[in-house]
């Protein structure tokens, strides 16, 4: 399924033209238009789907296939030292187009530095609490 104004949609079914980097059935691959480094791809499902928990079982188990494709491509191809594979849900996570989508983004050595996070801590009885939350809706 499509959604009709969704500018994903229309670059993965290509109404709208992108630089395209690799493309089969289930995906298109295309250049990041603001690109956190030299080469950060965009694999887009060509169906539409909001986000990690709204995606196909089947497109799921292919995209991190795609994304191992590119990151070996980029490392003998564009020189990269290793690459990152991120993915964002939701506008807390920092997700802005709600169409599911994965970035493969270029490393390089002395390259752009990437946000990251700071190491928190946990107590055992933290830890504890969160395995039972995160669990108990497992189950469900
Ligand atoms: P998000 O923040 O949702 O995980 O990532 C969205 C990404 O899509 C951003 O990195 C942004 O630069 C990129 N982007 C947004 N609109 C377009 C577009 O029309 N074409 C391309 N190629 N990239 C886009
Ligand atoms: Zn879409």
């Not at 229309?10 to 690109?35: C, H, M, Q, W």
């Not at 799921?60 to 994304?67: H, N, P």
Request: aromatic share 6%; proline share 4%; net charge negative.
């Amino acid at each position: 399924m499509q959604k009709e104004d969704c500018i994903f949609c229309k670059i993965a079914r290509g109404d709208i033209p992108s630089a395209t980097v690799y493309e089969d059935e289930n995906f298109r691959a295309i250049l990041d238009l603001g690109p956190a480094s030299y080469g950060h791809t965009l694999i887009l499902p060509k169906e539409h789907f909001t986000d990690l928990c709204e995606l196909d079982e089947a497109v799921a188990e292919k995209v991190l296939g795609v994304a191992a494709r590119i990151g070996k491509a980029m490392k003998s191809g564009l020189h990269c030292a290793g690459f990152n594979v991120v993915q964002n849900n939701g506008e807390a996570a920092g997700q802005t187009v709600m169409h599911f989508h994965v970035h493969v983004i270029p490393r390089y050595e002395g390259g752009p530095r990437m946000v990251n996070w700071t190491p928190g801590e946990n107590t055992e009885a933290e830890r504890e609490e969160i395995l039972g939350k995160i669990k108990v809706e497992l189950g469900k």
